[in-house]
């Protein structure tokens, strides 16, 4: 049985009906992020919003093909609270089953991401109670292209390629130029071995060979060739003002389509970073509480065990510390019971009974005594 959603929040995104309205739905774009060392390819669809920003973002990853329940809320409420986003991604966790879409800290096969991700058909049910409904159909829909060579984002890229992408925009004329000055220091190589042989010639030549190592010098910084003096000094002027329009055009392409493609890949890989980095902490955060929480239970539990144990041991000491009464008992008023033969327990008498019972045994005695010693006299 489902629980009771929640309401929607109230700042529903103006733009979703003039976008849906206008017919041009935007485009899914694709990068490759890379996430904990493994490359996910990702879409993102850019969607208007009333942010300072200008725009969010819509992701779907293409190695579960699930899409981010996180993303769809934030672009159908830009100006919902934090909690009226938990309380909805909470009802979500606590009535679909989500195993498969995203990694977690148990499940380590799948790579995590930042947010919450959910199953297409989730994504697409979803999307009607967030006017989502033509947006998702497209995010579904779309295909990449299996051969295409896709984009890394930003920092994926510098990692792995370092400086080669800024190398790659030069023109042939700079290429050109660059090689020449690769090839430049080795031509005065040559110079040494005419030297040694005018040395065996003459010493003339010696003075002349003293000047060459300053030209040769020279020529590394400057220019390969040590005959004409004017080149080296027209050279960096020439070049200097054509590298720096250059990497001007390249560092500032005045909004170029690339440009806003690199900015927007940049700006997904660090939502997804910083969101990934919070969500870690949160879980931590948590994680900790939970443990101080079940050492304090603990605490509790050892402490009430303390306690009966010691509350006799209180009562002991308490009755040590009283003083001490000397209460003599009364004397007995029943005769003692001695043990007897059960053969003699048999006749049980009082005590008169007895005593004449021992009367009558000594009267029966003496008369018998009476009567037989005199006949034997």
Request: charged share 25%.
């Amino acid at each position: 049985m489902m629980s009771i959603r929640p309401s929607m929040p109230s700042g529903l995104n103006p733009h979703l009906k003039a976008t849906v309205d206008s017919g041009n739905l935007p485009l899914v774009k694709y990068q490759i992020l890379n996430c904990q060392g493994q490359d996910i390819l990702v879409g993102r669809m850019k969607i208007e919003t009333s942010t300072p920003s200008g725009h969010a973002f819509i992701l779907r990853r293409y190695d579960t093909g699930a899409i981010s329940l996180t993303t769809m809320f934030r672009a159908a409420f830009p100006t919902a609270s934090e909690q009226e986003e938990k309380e909805e991604i909470a009802w979500v966790k606590d009535n679909f089953d989500l195993t498969g879409n995203n990694g977690s800290s148990r499940d380590t096969t799948i790579t995590r991401l930042a947010g919450t991700w959910v199953s297409p058909d989730l994504a697409m049910s979803l999307a009607e109670s967030y006017s989502l409904g033509g947006l998702i159909n497209v995010v579904v829909n779309a295909r990449p292209d299996p051969g295409a060579n896709y984009r890394r984002s930003g920092k994926g890229a510098a990692t792995n390629t370092s400086t080669v992408p800024r190398a790659t925009p030069a023109s042939p004329a700079e290429a050109s130029s660059i090689r020449l000055s690769s090839k430049a220091p080795p031509s005065p190589a040559p110079a040494p071995n005419p030297a040694k042989r005018r040395k065996e010639s003459s010493p003339l030549p010696a003075k002349s060979q003293e000047k060459a190592p300053t030209l040769r010098r020279s020529a590394r910084t400057k220019s390969p060739a040590p005959q004409v003096s004017a080149v080296p000094s027209k050279s960096p002027t020439t070049k200097t003002p054509r590298k720096s329009t250059r990497r001007e055009l390249v560092d500032t392409p005045g909004g170029s389509e690339q440009t806003v493609v690199d900015e927007e890949g940049d700006a997904v890989e660090d939502v997804m970073g910083s969101e990934l980095h919070q969500q870690d902490v949160a879980e931590q955060k948590a994680l900790i509480e939970g443990l101080k929480a079940q050492r304090d239970a603990l605490k509790t539990e050892t402490e009430n065990d303390m306690d009966v144990d010691v509350k006799p041991k209180g009562k002991r000491g308490r009755e040590e510390e009283e003083t001490l009464k000397f209460e003599p008992k009364e004397q007995e008023t029943e005769p003692r019971v001695f043990a007897t033969n059960t053969r003699v327990s048999r006749w049980k008498m009082e005590p008169q009974t007895k005593s004449m019972a021992w009367g009558v045994a000594a009267f029966l005695f003496g008369a018998g005594a009476v009567t037989l010693l005199p006949s034997l006299f």
